[in-house]
Each structure stands twice: as C-alpha cells, then as structure tokens.
C-alpha cells in the first residue's frame, strides 16, 4: 500500500517534470479580481472519451496581453455591458410596467442559469438557450417585444448572467429529453462542411495547440461566451461565433436562432463541462 502510494506519486512527479517545460506558455493560470480562480483546464467529460483527454478554455491559448484584460474586471472592456444589463436588469419594460428585478431578486438569482443551460424546457417541450427564456419573460411576463437574437440588449443580458456565474463548473445535462437534440449537435460537430471540408473537430479537436494564419487554435469551448472580441470591439454571442467559423470554412452558414445551431450550442457546452464559466471574457 505504501510502496504504491509513493510509487505513484514518483510517477506523477515525473511526469510533471517533462510535460511542464513543453506547456510553459499555456500554463498561466486564471484569478479574476484576485478572488474568483477559473477552471480552466480540467480532465474532459465522460463523453468525450477516445476523443479528448483533457479540455481548456479558449482563454489558455490567447496572448499574454489578451489574457490579462480578463484578470481584473476594470481592464475587461465586456464588463461596461455588464453594468448596462444591471441598468436595464430594474428599468420596467413593456405593457405590464415591470422590471426583471421586480420577480428576480436581483441577477444572482440567476447564477446557477449560465452554467446549465441550454437546457429542456418542461413546459416548452423543447431544449431552451438563455435568450429563449429570457424572450419568454420579456414577452409573456412583462408585456415587451421579443429582443432579437444577436441584440445589444441580449447579448447585455447573456454577460450578465455569465458575470454572476464565474467560477461555477459548467454542468449541462446531455442525458433525458435533450438527448436527441444533443446527438444532433454532435453529429453536426463532425460533418465536414463547405468548399474546404472541414468539421468542427478538424480544427478545435484534431489541431487546438497548432497555429492557423496568425491565430492559436483552442478547442473552440463556449465556457468564456459572451466573448469581447478585441477585433471587432463588441460582444459576441456562441452561435454568432459559430456563425463565422462556419463561413471561414466556406460554408452556407446556418442562422443564429436556427435548430441546428441551437443543438450545436448545447453538444459544444457539453464540451466544456467540468471548466469554469468564465464570461464575459475577452478574445481576440
Ligand atoms: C413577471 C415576472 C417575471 C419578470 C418580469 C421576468 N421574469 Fe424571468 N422568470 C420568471 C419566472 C416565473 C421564471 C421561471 C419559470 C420558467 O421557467 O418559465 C423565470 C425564469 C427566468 C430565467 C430562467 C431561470 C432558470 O432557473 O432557468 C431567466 C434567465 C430569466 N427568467 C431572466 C429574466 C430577465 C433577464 C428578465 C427581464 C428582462 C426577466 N426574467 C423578467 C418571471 C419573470
Ligand atoms: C478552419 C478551422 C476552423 C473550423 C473548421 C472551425 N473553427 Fe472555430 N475557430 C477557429 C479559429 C482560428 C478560432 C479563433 C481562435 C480560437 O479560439 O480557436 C476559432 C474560435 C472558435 C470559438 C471561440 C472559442 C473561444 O474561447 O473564444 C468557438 C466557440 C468555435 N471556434 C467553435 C467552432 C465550431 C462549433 C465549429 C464547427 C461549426 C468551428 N468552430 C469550426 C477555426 C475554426
């Protein structure tokens, strides 16, 4: 028993030792603010097995610079709209004159929303992202128009919830009755689309790590989503990500909202379970 404990830990020192130097670069480790660390690399999920041994957050393979803007919340350009969702998160919207903040008791409430969704909807009958339920409130709760997908206001409201859940493991359910919409995203995952006959998993499973013109690729994780992307200096949403890899690939893209991005949202999550949510994070 003795003898295997210390056997044990001899080989885990060993290999410590030789893979440590070979990652130096992507070893940094996350701390927002200084009090809330993030997962951000963790051994893969169940699921994944034979595919990924290990998942990371897309923050692993940015920049130093790029990396630091998301340690402090004064240096993170997505947190201006975290605070434009807390404005509009207790103004009453709408005919029925109410504000979320009016049934939720304020946006912690909701901490426990990013981490698990998109999730079935019960009473729906069909698997629900973040800006279906909160569309569901805005309409049949306060009397307000439906806000589009892709919104300022959306997206504020999808940096929010993300805020109040940093830290909490990402825990999507992929079994009952997701399931099937579960298996179409990952079916969707590995079909080889457009001119250039890439999959998804060509470029985030086959070769993160690997440099692609000037940019590192990660596993493509929606952990950090809502993302700030330095480059086009506004929030994007995971399905608007999508939206643009499918079409770097050549590709007729599917539409943010569609079913098939919405499957593909809940089997990438899935992904990532295990990591840290981490957004409103930065990319570039
Ligand atoms: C009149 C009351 C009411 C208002 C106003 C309201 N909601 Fe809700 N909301 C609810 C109820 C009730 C539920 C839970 C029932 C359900 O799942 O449909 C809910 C559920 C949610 C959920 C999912 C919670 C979970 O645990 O899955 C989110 C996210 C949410 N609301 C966001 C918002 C946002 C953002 C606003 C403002 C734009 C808002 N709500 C306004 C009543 C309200
Ligand atoms: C030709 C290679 C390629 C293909 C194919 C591709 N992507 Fe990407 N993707 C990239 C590059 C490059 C980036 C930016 C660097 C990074 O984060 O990996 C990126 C970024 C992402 C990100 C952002 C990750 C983060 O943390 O910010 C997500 C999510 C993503 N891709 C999902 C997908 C999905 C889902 C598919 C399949 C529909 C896909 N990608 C297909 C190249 C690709």
């Known amino acids: 028993m003795k003898i295997n404990k210390m056997l044990g830990t001899a080989v885990a020192l060993t290999a410590l030792a030789i893979t440590m130097p070979a990652f130096a ?19 893969a999920p169940a699921h994944l097995e034979g595919a990924l041994d290990e998942i990371m957050s897309g923050w692993v393979f940015r ?6 803007m998301e340690m402090d919340d004064f240096d ?39 981490p698990t969704y998109p999730k079935w909807n019960d009473a729906k009958e069909q698997v629900y992202n973040i800006q279906m339920q909160v569309n569901d409130c805005l309409t049949e709760r306060m009397g307000a128009e439906k806000e589009k997908y892709d919104s300022q206001l959306m997206k504020n409201y999808l940096a929010l919830l993300a ?15 997701a399931q099937p919409m579960w298996e179409k995203g990952k079916e969707m995952y590995y079909t080889r689309y457009g ?7 060509s470029c985030h499973e086959q070769n993160y790590g690997n440099w ?20 086009d200096t506004k929030l994007t949403s995971a399905q608007g990500r999508f939206k643009g890899c499918v079409r770097d690939t ?13 499957a593909l949202e809940l089997y990438v999550a899935s992904r990532g379970n295990g990591l840290s949510v981490e957004g409103p994070s930065v990319r570039n």
Do not use: W
């Open 25 to 43: 670069d992507e070893n940094a480790e996350l701390v927002i603010n200084g009090e809330i660390p993030i997962v951000t690399k963790t051994a």
């Open 63 to 68: 920049s130093d610079e790029t990396q630091a």
């Open 76 to 114: 993170n350009p997505a947190m201006l709209f975290v605070e434009e969702a807390m404005v509009a998160f207790e103004t009453p919207m709408g005919s029925e004159g109410k504000s979320c903040a009016d049934c939720h008791d304020g946006p912690e409430s909701l901490a426990n929303v990013r």
């Open 163 to 177: 805020s109040v859940a940093r830290g909490t493991p990402v825990n999507v359910a992929i079994d009952g009755p």
């Open 195 to 201: 001119q250039l006959e890439l999959s998804c998993a």
């Open 212 to 231: 692609i013109r000037a940019d590192h690729l990660s596993q493509g994780q929606v952990n950090g989503f809502p993302v700030y992307r330095l480059k």
């Open 250 to 262: 050549r590709a007729e893209t599917f539409k943010p909202g569609s079913e098939e991005f919405l």
